[in-house]
């Protein structure tokens, strides 16, 4: 398997992961931190903002998803996937614990 398809598939682990919470906030009508509120990543951005934000993310992550050709017959890439999520869970879990705070 060519080299770039496991960086597809660690971005589409990005990507997908991504789209749950800013996803869930927006058809909750809840303002949520995206990179266009000011200041970016710490504001907080309007429920539709952040609906269409979630949904340019599942967008990316699935045709990433798809052009890397990830398997279940195929571990590396499949762990490479799931390593992408891994990353943008607790990145964004640690990031995101004091935005009531601020």
């Known amino acids: 398997m060519p080299w770039y398809h496991y960086l597809e ?3 589409a682990g990005l990507f997908l992961a991504n789209f749950a919470p800013h996803y869930v906030k927006g058809v909750c009508g809840d303002p949520f931190p ?3 509120a000011k200041p970016p990543g710490k504001g907080l951005s309007s429920p539709i903002v952040n609906t269409l934000w979630a949904l340019l993310n599942l967008v990316l992550g699935y045709l990433l998803f798809r052009t890397a050709n990830i398997a279940a017959s195929d ?3 499949l762990l490479t996937f799931f390593a992408g999520i891994v990353l943008i869970s607790i990145q964004l879990s640690t990031h995101f614990v004091h935005k009531h705070t601020s």
């Open 34 to 36: 995206t990179p266009f």
């Open 9 to 11: 598939a660690f971005f």
């Open 75 to 77: 571990t590396a890439t």
